[in-house]
Structures are given as C-alpha cells and as structure tokens.
C-alpha cells in the first residue's frame, strides 16, 4: 500500500485528494508557490513544500523540484490531480524513472491520446467511430479533401484540449485563413502547430464516460456524464447520467469507452469524450488520461470515491470493482465556480475574496480551493471551486443546486454564481434537451434581469450601512437627539 | 406619578384670541429669524459662491448628523443693534450632534461683512464658550472672520469679557480636557488666529482659508514686506511648516468630512447618571400653550397648564400642593429625564419663598436638574410682609437657588419683574441655558410702574426745591420713561442684547430642555454646598 | 450629510431622514423606510426595507461595497469625500526633503515618465537610506543632484514637469 503521496497541484483539486489521503490514512504532502502560501490544500496537507519560481503556475510545472521534494520527503506516489503536468508524458517517465508511482497511465498512452491525431487513429483501430476528417499539411489539397467531409467543418489543434485553437469554419472561403490562424494559436498555446479538419457536427451534445483501468487489458466504465453547457468550448454545468439519452446509445457509448480504454491497456482513471449527434450516432473526440475536473458527479451518483480507485490501481495494478457491481443512483449536477463576468463575455474576474461562506447540506458537495483573503490573479485557472449537487431524481437534483447557489457566498471578486442559477434555471434546461449551442443560442435569456426598485433599494441601504460614516450616523446618535431627530428652532 | 389635569377651555374666545395672538407672535419670530439667518445682500452671496465658500448654515448642515436636532443660540442677537448690520451677531452658535457627539458650534457668519466681530458678537462667542465651559462640551468652530470691527474697538476689546475672553475660555476648556476643533474656511486674522492656535484639531482649506496675527497689508504697514495672504498664511503653510494647522483640505466638503472624522476619534464622555426612563410625549398638546399665555401682561395664568404641555405625560408630582400656592414646586420627567420644577402661579409671599427655597434643597439633596418656569411681579411688598421677613426669606429662596449645584434652566414664560428674577434664578444665576418666550417682558418692574416711580421722584424733587409743580413736566417724564420701557421690556430687546440665550417658540420648549438637560450632563456635578441662610 | 453611491451604472444619494420610531432614509429624495437586525455575523444581517425583508451579506472594499442579496452579488461604489484629492497638495511640481542627507542612487533620469510610487532616488540621511518616490504621475524635469553629492533640509530634490503643461 501507498503510505505518502504528494500532490502535485493546488487549488480545490489538491484539496479534494488531499481529503481521501487523509480518510486513507496516507500521508499527504502539498506543495506550494509562495503566492500559495495561506491557500487550503497547504493548511489540509500534513506536510508542504515551497516551490520557488518567478511565475507563480511556473512552480506547479516544474518537473525538477517536485520529484526533489517527493524524494526529500519520502512519498511513494505522485498525484498530479488534472492540469499542469497530469497529462505530461515525460514527467509521468520521469516520475516512475525514479521509482516513484505516477497516479496516472503510462507515459506511451499519455503520448497517444495527447496527440489528437494519433488518438483518433488509435481508436479507428479500436472500432470506434471517429468524426470524418482531413489531415493534410498541405493546404491546398487539404481544401479539396474538405469538400469531400462537407462544411461546416471545424478546425482542431493536434496537441490541443480545452478548446483552445478551435474553429468552425463554413465554406471553402474561410478555409485558409482560419487555418492560418489555427496554427498559430496552436503554435503559442501547444508549442506544437500541427491541425486538422473534421467534420462538424451541428448540435452535437458533448457525452463523456468515465472508466477505470487496470493497465492490464481490464476496464470498466462508471456511466456518462453529460458536458454540453460549455462556453468558449469549456464546460461549466456538467450532469450524470445524461438527461433524455436513449438507454441503448448509453450502452453503445459506455461500451465503446471500455473497449478503447482496454485496447489502451489504460491503467487509472480516465475519460473517453464523445460527440452525440441529433441523429444518436456518436464519434469518439478524445481521452482524459487523468482525473476529470467534472468527476464528482460520476462520485455521487455511483457512491464511490474516483481518488481511492486511482490510488487502489496505483498500487496494485488491479480493479477491486466489477462492471455489475457499478450502479447508479439518483442524478447529480456540477456547477462551477469560477471569477469570471458572463455578463462581459466571460472576462475573467481579478481582485480578492473578502468573504466566504459556503453552503451546506447533506445532498451538497462544495469542492472549494479559496480561502478569505486570497488574492485571485491572473496567474491560475479561474475556477475557484464546484458545487455538486445530488438529488434522487433530475429535477430535485437542480432544486437543490439553485437553492445551494443562492446560498453560495463569495464577496470581493466577481464570480458566476448568478449566471449558474439562470443556467439551471433555464427552460431548455430543465427540459434536458439541449446541446453545445445552448448557451450562445439562448445567450439573451440569460442576461440578468434588471432588479425591482425594491431590492435595488435593498442592495443601496445594505451597502449605505456598510459604510463606516453612514453606517456610524444611522446608529451612532444619542437616544435623545435620535428621537427628537431634524429640529431647528 | 399623576397626570395634571388641564382646567383650558379650548373652546373659549379667550383661549381662541389668546391662541390667535401667542401664534402670531412666533410667526413673527420665526420671520425675523429667517431674515437674520439668510436675507443678504446679492452681492455677499456672490462674493462668497465665487470663493468657492459655502454659506455657513449650509456648512453647519453639511457638519451635523443628518435627522438630529440642533439647538441654536440667540438666533435674534444684535437684531435691534448696529441698524441692523449685524443679523444674529454675525455668528452661529448652538448645540448639535456631529459623529454621534453633543458638541457646541460656534460659526463666523462670513455673509455679514465678511464675519466681522461686533461688540454683541463678541459676547455672543463667550457666552457659547461659557456655555462649553459649564456644560463641558466639545466645541467646534468654522472660522470665516475678517476680525474685529475697528469703528466699535472700545466695545468689544479691552474688557474682562470681551474679545480676550474668547481665548482665554478656549485655554480653560482645554485645561478642563474639553476637547475643540477648528474648520478654517476662510480668514482668521489677529486675535481670531487664536482661535485655530488654541484648539486641539485645526483642518484648513486650500485656497480660501488663512491664518494670522496680521493680514498682508498690515504687514506691508507696519515692515513694508510684500507677501501674499497664501504665502502668508495659507494651508500649506500652516500644515507643513509652521504647524499652526494641523490637516490641509482641498475643499470646504473634505475639511468638514475630515472634521467629522476627527469628531469620531473623540472619546465618548462619561455623563453623569441622572434618573432617567423611557419617554412619552405629553397628553396635551403643545400648541395648546399659544392659548395659555394672556395677550395682556398683566393676566394672570395657571403654570401647571403649562407644565402639562412640556412634561413627559403631562405627568406632574407636585409638592406641598397647598401650601405657599404662589409658587408651583414638583418633579416631572422631560425626555425621560427627572426634573424639578418650581413656576411662578403669583406673587411670592412669604411662604412661597420658603417652599421655593426648601424644594430647591430637596432637588439639590436629590442630584435633580431644576427648571425654573418664570412669571413673576416680585416678592410682596408692604409694612405687613416686610415685618414677617419677606426680605430675609426671599433671600433664603435667592440663596438656595444660587448655590445650587445641579444644573438649572429657566424659562422666561411671561413676565419677570423686580426681585422676583433673582429667585426664580434670572440670568445672573448661571442657569446653563434661559431662554424667552415671544411675549415676555422683563425689567425691574413694570413700565407703568417705573413711569409713575420716576414722575413720582419728580414730583418730590420739584416739591422739595419749591418749585412750581408744572404737570406736563411730570406727564413728561412718564411719557418718556414709559417709552423706553415699553421697547427694553421686550423679549425681542432682550435677546438683541444676549440677556438671554435665545427667543424660543414655546412649542419649541419640550424639546429645547431636552437638549439642554442632556448636554449639561457632560459635566460632573459640583460639590454641594449653601452660605448663611437668615432664619 | 449623505451618501452618493453608484452601482450597476447608477448613481443615487443617499440620505438619513429620520432615526425613531424606524430608521427612515431617502434615496434620491424617495423615502424609505429600514429595520437592521444582526444575525450570524458582523457581514450577515436581515434587512427590511419598507416591509420586504432581505438578508444580506456583505463586505467592504476599500471604497466599494460587495452585497449579496437573494443570491445575486453587486458592487456599489461609494463616494468618498475624504478621497476626492489627497491631503497633499498633489499639484506641486517639486519633491523636497524632509532631511539632510546625500544622494546614494537614482532610479529613473531626467526626461522619464514616472508613475505614483515609483522610486526615483535613494538617499540617504542619518544612516538610513530612503527611497523618494514619485508623488504623482508625471515626467521627471529636472534631478537636482547628483549620485554622492549632500544637500540639505528642504532641499528640492527632483522637479516634476508641471501638470498643467500637458494637454
């Protein structure tokens, strides 16, 4: 068994790992960047280590220092929780090289379902449908093969994820120029400007599947999620099981899953994302060969813990879990919480938390990497924490995520608590019927409502009182003068 | 305690012309005092909207806690002096909340003649600081004053209570830990330079606000130096260099916010504990008193109707109700507070005087504020009282009330002739405030009175030296005497020459006690203690 | 007194008209009328307004208020009378010295866009070394002395281009 494990990572993810660790048993050990230096996951850890770096993401990258800290301490294992170095081949290489344990797969399949191209490749060969697509460095047969898929199309970085690098394009026309742009973005965000062309799909719905394998040829998957509200190609409302999906299309999609999963004698947890078309056929997009930031809703409506399973296969290179024993119960939702301005278009949001306080409840879980006082910069992912929500039917399950929102309390950056709720409280929504498009399509209701005068009042008075010299003259006068009030003689 | 039982007639022509004259009176005041406080001339107002200044009542407002009271004082100061030049003495003074703290202001009024002091303003400014002094209140002054008025110099420079006294009240209230600050919005020069100097906290505005012994044409005068009123002067020559001020403010608007949050730093004052309860507003109404008052001055009225319209449920526990009937005595509550009242229902006979004197001692004794409700012709004259010690008892009732050392408020109701002032503790007995109602008169004694006295005086003299007595001589010498004293009897003559701290509509009363009873616990209560009563 | 406040692109004052028997405060000259009560925490109160209750949480920021009511978040900005300038007179063009001292090092040169706060010299007087920084955007006129040399009390040290000359 695994006595120690350091967490290579900050923020809600480092403190979720850290809270299995220590139900475990197993030693934890944080590591932080001197920004970092009050942030929960080092005050949950048992130890932590300071990383030194001029940027502060830089510290979390550094390969060097954090296999130095894990052996200077004397953890077994290496939890890279999602981001940063958890899909970095070879640091995943040169954690086991010095005979440490990755929490992770092997480097060789990190490689594959990192490259975009390779990875559809891999799953062709698995058997499994993959959207029609072009890869072409030459531009301009690249137009003609285009044709052969159909617009409109859409262009996808090699080593991307994210999203970020993503175009749709809609004729010929715009083909090159786009192309053009695809490749630079991919150029700075991947360092790597290979692209190619895929068919797009029009309202697709973003399915994804979570599976576990034991490395081995052995998998098992832990049903679907559904990840279609997304802006900016990245997801922010994700739910399990999907609503309005046809049992047999489930079946179909969570069996392709464990069956690329065990050609790829993957080994961890991981997720297989696919696309869903209107039609209920669906193409295989690309494997997360790490913890997913969406996995707690898998967590809450199968009852098991996604971080003990990574740890079991770890160190035993076994699933202790058959695919009978796998149920799932109820349906859950996942909000998160990130300092952003939908209102703006998603600006991410800079200041600092002043207060927190956050929501409770039995059938609420709070995955929260803030604390008050913490200065939310530029310098890390905007999403502060997730709220999951669990209810024994969909409807509840939303119930209780509106009521855990409005009772959600994060004061002195701005955040998307509210939009969340106008989310949740959509129609289209609620229906469960709906695809990738949904937030730019219903964009306009989703505005925030003007206020009534009366809670504008409310908001007006409240922050009047608030203030040291209203505040001190509305309460701060003698009874006697209070009482006669505005008198002149 | 019981509730009085009001005997007024509302429905009485007599209450109803009563009613009709006592209001007209108070419209009357309230029109003579919005003329004293903002009728100028155009070209004052513009004057000071192009320095940037507000006019000192708009700082006074913008100063105060919003929707709290403010008491001010001889609001009709120097109306019937200096033709008029000099509308409520060319000064503010008063009693308001700022930061939640009872202060004293003191405001030049720079509308009038730049702020020039005045003889009566000079007056009016230690009378606040005395104010301050007996009270122990904070005192805040907006500084805007060109200084003294040359033309009157004699009246109100060389002596022990005039301009000097200002400066030297502002040292005793800083030696007493009374703490002062000073907003200075505009000029301060000569002995008002002082004024900054001798406070705690001084905030100065850029631009408008200087300090200094002499102006730059004295200056210039007196060693032919050319200096300029900001180099001279000016904010940041006073907060950076010479220290006389201690914050510089860009404006009129941030040296009154910084003062507020220089006020805010004060410690809250221990007061002392007087009884205090819950407050009701009383069971009659207070305009009822509009119809108490007689249109005749020599009318008499029953002051416990009075007494009904000012006390906290017309409640009233009366003392020794049957004996000396002249002189009403009892505690009431005001504003929660307990109080004792003694009000004249009539001339003070010999008993009156006793019981006044003894229920002072028992207020005293008891650490109870006592309220003096004045309406009165004098102590009885005559061989019969003067044999059974009208005089001697009088002064027992003069002495217990001087000697007081709870505080003491007086109310000029009516009528306040002759002796009979001094014992119901007229303005030489250190009432912490007295004010006057519209239709008072006061005087020695009454004109009539004083007329036929001085005709009578004539008449001997002329018998005396064998003269012809010539009746229009002697219908001369009323005439005059009676005209004199129908002017310097009035409330209005009385107030113009700070005898009193200010004309009060008498609806105003309940509340103007009030304030004044909780400032005057800011200070500690003075040893107890009476000279030789004659028995 | 009042309060001006802005949020959500408004600007309103406010102002308190009346303390007993309920707190009454205007806003924009629209009466209302507000009852407070405490609950939790200093930053969780219950709120009525005219005779809808809310609670609400909130924290303040410097001059900005953050208020959460019915789960929505807003910012309001209050006016502040003690910030509409600095005390200091921000417009001088010259920085002076509160001591005598030598000139250990300069930061900037003469000709260079400075913003508040950025170190122009390092001094150094009884033993301590101060760094001048620069009172106010600007662009440095003239420094006055050079690395090594003294000067004494008062002493301008470094003139800032006047701020009216730039348009």
Known sequence: MIESVLIANRGEIACRIISTLRRMGIRSIAVYHFADRRAPHVKLADVAVELKAEVPSDAYLDMQQLIDAASRLGAAAIHPGYGFLAENAIFARTVTDTGLIFIGPSAEVIEIMGDKIRATEFATGAGIPVAPRVIDDDIATLADEVEGIGYPVLIKAAAGGGGKGMKIVHNRDQLREQIAIAQSEAERYFLDRRVYVERFIQRPRHIEVQILGDGNGNAIHLFERECSVQRRFQKIVEESPAPDLDPSVRDEICKAAVTLSAAANYRNAGTVEFILAPDNSFYFLEMNTRLQVEHPVTEAVTGLDLVEEQLHIASSGTLRLTQSAITQSGHAIECRICAERPDEDFLPATGSVRLLRLPEGDDVRIDNGVHEGQEIGASFDSMLAKLIAHGPDRRRAIERCIGALREYVLLGVAVNIDYLTRILRHPAFQSGRYDTGFLADHANELIATPLDRSDVDAVLVAAALATDSFGHAAYAVPDLHAAIGHWRN | MPRLRSNLNTNSDEFRENYTHNRALAMALHEKQERARVQRPDRDIQRLAKQGKMMPRERIEKLLDPATPFLELSSLAANMAYDGNSPGASCITGIGIVSGREVMLHADDSSVKGGAWYPLTVKKIVRCLDIAIENRLPVVHLCDSAGGFLPLQSELFPDKHMAGRIFRNQAILSRLGVKQLSLVFGHCTAGGAYIPALSDYAVIVRGTGAVFLAGPPLVKAATGEDVSVDELGGADLHTQISGTCDYPASSEDQAIAIGREIVAQWEHPKKWAIQQQTSEPPAYEPDEIYGIIPSNIKKQFDMREIIARITDGSRFHEYQPAYGTTLVCGFADLWGYKIGIVANNGVLFNDSALKGAHFIELCNQNNTPLVFLQNITGYMVGREYEAQGITKDGAKMIMAQACSHVPKFTIMCHGSFGAGNYGMCGRAYDARLLFTWPNHQIGVMGGEQAAQTLAEVKLRQLQRNEQAVDQQVIDGVYAETLEAYQEQVTAEYSTSEIWDDGILDPVDTRNALGIAISASLNAPLTESGYGVFRF | ?167
């Open chain 3, 1 to 167: 007194m009042s309060i001006k406040l802005s949020t959500m692109g408004q600007s309103y004052e406010l102002e308190i008209r009346a303390r007993r028997p309920s707190l009454v405060c205007a806003i924009d000259s629209r009466e209302v009328t507000i009852a407070e009560a405490h609950a939790l925490s200093d930053e969780c109160n219950f709120i009525t307004v005219d005779g809808q209750h809310f609670q609400v949480w909130r924290v303040l920021d410097g001059d900005t208020v953050w208020v959460h009511i019915g789960g929505r978040v807003f910012t309001v900005d209050v006016s502040n009378d003690m910030a509409q300038s600095n005390l200091n007179d921000e417009s001088g063009n010259e920085i002076r010295s509160d001591m005598p001292g030598m000139v250990v090092e300069i930061h900037t040169s003469e000709g260079a866009t400075v913003a508040p706060g950025d170190a122009i010299l390092t001094i150094e007087s009884m033993k301590m070394q101060i760094i001048v920084h620069a009172p106010r955007a600007g662009k440095i006129d003239r420094i006055h002395f050079q690395t090594n040399t003294a000067f004494e009390k008062g002493a301008v040290l470094v003139s800032l281009e006047s701020s009216t000359d730039k348009n």
